[in-house]
């Protein structure tokens, strides 16, 4: 937020005030002028391979949202492709220097794609997060990212055009990105609120029918809640208002609290074993919560597939992972004596 908040501060503050945020203002320009060159080559590059792609949060977030590329800090690159283009794209980052953490090799992949939704590659200290979903499988959301393909557009941005999700599928998305790190960033609920200041013919029904869709109700009313409560925000739509409304009495509520609570301290509130207390509070259902919790515990993760992937047979993978799990519970419990 400090790239942002020294353009709203420069007009009534002496200089000597807001020295330090203007410092961290051009240092964010830098670093967002850097990443937009490396992604218009990988654009270009894509594209070039015949593979469409979405840039998802990033230097486009913020010249799209912002009008400036300097006003949000951005530590990385995210690229969504569609599941099937995913081996040809990763060839097409790795034949520009862009390299892996671990090897992956080919027959491998589609383990991956079951077990994740993400490849984190490297090149000259940028990070570029290639994605062929918006959220990690364990947490069964439906998002229907081909739907979403068919409804995005093409949009000035980057110096380039840019494919953007429709308004109402970007809210979505960018909600459901900040329930996966509990909100505890106060500039993901600022993009949501300039997503809707820049799109008045936001579509609140459907935003709510499609959030119905992927059971991800809850999730919808918890990021609006923080966007009425934290920046005075409040959707014109009475089936969303009614949610929110303090008579209704959901288990939401609790999960908002935590949220809340969450994005307000400095050290994160929600951690360990409190995120399967807060998924059982978040999901739409008791079944879907159940259902992401125990996910959530059995799901592998990449590293663990594929970093130790010479050193473990992979029918060892799972029994390596409940393991891992189960010491890192009997930590905690140590810890809380």
């Not at 840039?55 to 009008?67: I, M, N």
């Not at 014109?236 to 929110?244: D, G, K, Q, S, T």
């Not at 207390?277 to 590293?303: E, G, I, K, N, W």
């Not at 992979?314 to 140590?334: D, I, Q």
């Amino acid at each position: 937020m400090a790239p942002l908040l020294a353009s709203r501060l420069n007009s009534y503050l002496p200089s000597p005030a807001t020295g330090g945020l203007q410092q961290l203002q051009r240092q964010s320009l830098l670093h967002n002028l850097r990443l937009s060159a490396h992604l218009l080559q990988l654009l270009r590059a894509l594209e070039a391979s015949g593979i469409p792609s979405i840039p998802f949060k990033g230097p486009v977030l913020s010249e799209r949202l912002y009008g400036d590329a300097a006003l949000r800090q951005s530590s990385d690159l995210d690229l969504i492709v569609r599941p099937e283009d995913l081996p040809q794209a990763l060839a097409t980052l790795q034949s520009l220097g862009f390299e892996r953490e671990y090897a992956i090799s080919p027959e491998r992949i589609p383990a991956l794609m079951a077990n994740s939704f993400e490849i984190a590659l490297t090149r000259d200290g940028i990070h570029v997060d290639l994605h062929w979903d918006v959220m990690p499988r364990f947490y069964g959301i439906p998002f229907d990212l081909h739907a979403a393909w068919l409804r995005s557009r093409r949009v000035d941005a980057a110096g380039t055009q840019v494919l953007e999700f429709s308004p109402e599928d970007h809210f979505l998305a960018l909600a459901l990105h900040s329930s996966k790190h509990f909100w505890a960033k106060l500039i993901w609920l600022s993009d949501l609120r300039q997503l809707i200041f820049l799109n008045p013919a936001l579509d609140w029904d459907l935003l709510l029918e499609r959030a119905r869709m992927m059971r991800v109700e809850n999730i919808l009313t918890i990021t609006l809640a923080l966007l009425r409560d934290v920046l005075g925000v409040e959707p014109n739509a009475p089936a969303i208002l009614e949610r929110l409304s303090p008579e209704q009495d959901c288990h939401w509520r609790a999960a908002y609290e935590m949220a809340r609570r969450n994005l307000c301290s400095p050290h994160p509130e929600i951690e360990g074993l409190r995120t399967y207390r807060f998924f059982l509070r978040a999901r739409d259902t008791r079944s879907d919560a159940v259902r992401q919790v125990f996910r959530h515990a059995f799901t592998p993760s990449s590293s663990e597939l594929f970093k130790s992937e010479r050193s473990i047979p992979a029918h060892m993978h799972l029994p390596v992972h409940l393991w891992r799990l189960v010491t890192k519970f009997l930590s905690f419990l140590w810890n809380s004596l």
